[in-house]
């Protein structure tokens, strides 16, 4: 092979390694607003896929001071049915009191830190907070979705597009604990199930408190969930 060839051959080499290392080592795009599913389908999917849901487990966080919230955080399982248990940490007279819950039906059972189960009527529970109907099909998550205005995705977190919307009031108050006006919110949507991972609803400042923010997520969809009165 003369001078001349040997140079090319090399050249073209080079020019296969340097271009299979540049795109090895570029980035993934991220999706833009134009390639992202449009907010209101993923919505509506989400809806019918809450729909169907039987059982999940949840946790509840609130981060900063809302007007009349007293609950600071819940972890638990829930039912379609509407039963629920776990425990939830409420503020009684400025101090941090943990709960445990059950809620069968009509009725709602409560052990303070000390002392037994307390049967209670799930309507006087509610006053503080009722995750009964959050998997209840006219109710809960999937009515919140159904009904809500101006529904945008803005990105793709992961495995999940997060989609942003108005809630509607009266939806919005069987799922989270505050009657508070004007809260903005969002939702993580899985891209495969369509099923709802995390849900997170901006509170703004109202009856001289700050606001803050109430972070909701579900897994364990449909796994076994045993719920009875204690």
Known sequence: ??????????????????????KKDEPTPTPSASTLPNGATLLTEAAVAMATVKTAHFTLSVDGDIENLSISKAEGDLTREGNAKGTATLTQSGLKVETEFVIVGQDAYLKGPTGGFTKVPLSFAATVY??????????????LLKVAKNPQTVA???????????PDATALQAV?????????AAVWIDS??????KGQFTVPASGGKPGGTINV???NYDAPVTISAP
């Open 217 to 219: 997520t579900f897994s």
């Open 130 to 143: 009722d995750p009964s109907a959050i998997l209840d099909p006219s109710r809960g998550v999937a009515n």
């Open 156 to 166: 793709q977190e992961g495995n999940a597009y997060k989609v942003t919307f108005e």
């Open 176 to 184: 989270v604990p505050t009657k508070v006006t004007g809260i903005t």
């Open 1 to 22: 092979m003369s001078r001349t060839l040997r140079a090319v051959a090399a050249l073209s080499l080079l020019a296969i390694v340097v271009s299979g290392c540049s």
């Open 192 to 197: 495969a199930t369509k099923q709802v991972t």
